[in-house]
Structures are given as structure tokens and as C-alpha cells.
């Protein structure tokens, strides 16, 4: 395959084919846990070192796997990573291993997890395969992040904790709440429709 190509299998999860911002993808995890842009970042990363990880493994190993079973094979590899990395955040991070809570263990049935182990690593190379957990992972990062920051900003006036002085008060308090992740959502993937169309049209 060409670099080309490799580039693109890298890039396409950050815009083109975002799993929060244009499939759809993480929709609990995407609105469950972005009250600050520092929880989505670390739900972000949780989740692509789950993503790379369980590409790699069932790349590696897609032969050895019957078809009837392919689905549970899946499920058990994705959760030995979420294992390893929940027991990891609450042995190291426990702040917020807290602040995340039960969306951890969730990771084992993110469809953007099972998605591309099903979609991809299952018919492609090592390689390729850790360039899209790497690049679908990152682009799930970076979509948390921006809505995590949008909502921090706007409902309390800070970004990763540093206080910007924009409002007197302490910010709208909707968007720390469940409606302010919908709404901050909507706004955030009319954009990336509109960016999209540009891209499609030059």
C-alpha cells in the first residue's frame, strides 16, 4: 500500500469519517463525559489505546478465528485492553478514573471499537490496522476534547482548568448539564457538515 494511501487510512478519523461528529458513533461516552475538555481527553485515549490494541490482536489472529464466533472473539479481546486500562486509571489516575466512572468498563461495547475491529482489522494488515486504531482513535479523541472544551468554556468559563475571565458570573450552567451536551453537539456537527460539504465541493 502507498503512503498515500497509509496517510489517508491515518487521517480520515478526524474529519471525514469521525466517529462522534459524523457517524454518530460513542454517543454515550461523547455526551456522558464531556463536562471538562480534560475528561474527554482522558476518555479519548482511553478508548484509542483500547481501539490500537485490539486491531493489532485481531489482525493479527483474524485466520484463527471461526467465523461463528467471530463477534464474541471481538468482545473478549476489546475487554482484556478495557481491563488493563481500568484497573491502570484507578491504580494511577484516580481522579479521574472517578470523574469517568462506570464509562470505562464501557468502552468493551463502543461501536466505534467493535466497529473497526469488525470493519477493518479483520481484513487488513497489522500495520494498516494500528494506523486506523490510531487515527479513528485520535479523531474520538479530538471530538471530545473540542466538545469537552466547548462545554467547560461556555458553562464554566475555564479550558483545562485555567479560568478565562469571560463571564462575570460562573458561566451557563446548562451546558455542565445533559441538555448542554446535546446542544453543544448539534452546534459542533452543523459545523462539521458544512466543513465537509467544502471539502466535497473543491
Known sequence: MSNTNKLSILTKGFLKENAVFVMLLGMCPALGTTTSAVNGMGMGLATMFVLVMSNIVVSLIKNLIPDKVRIPSYIVIIAT?????????????????????LFIPLIVVN????????????????????????????????????????????????????????????????????????????????????????????
Open 81 to 101: 485492553f478495557v481491563t488493563i486500562v481500568d484497573l491502570s486509571m484507578h491504580a494511577y489516575i484516580p481522579s479521574l478514573y472517578k470523574a469517568l466512572g
Open 111 to 202: 461501536c466505534v471499537v467493535l466497529g473497526r475491529a469488525e470493519a477493518f482489522a479483520s481484513k487488513n494488515n497489522v500495520l494498516d490496522s494500528i494506523l486506523d486504531g490510531l487515527g479513528m482513535g485520535l479523531g474520538f479523541t479530538l471530538a471530545l476534547v473540542i466538545l469537552g472544551g466547548v462545554r467547560e468554556i461556555l458553562g464554566s468559563g475555564s479550558i483545562f482548568g485555567i479560568d478565562l475571565h469571560i463571564f462575570p458570573g460562573d458561566g451557563m450552567l446548562v451546558f455542565v448539564l445533559a441538555p448542554g451536551a446535546f446542544i453543544a453537539l448539534g452546534y459542533i456537527i452543523a459545523i462539521t457538515n458544512k466543513i465537509n460539504k467544502k471539502f466535497q465541493k473543491a
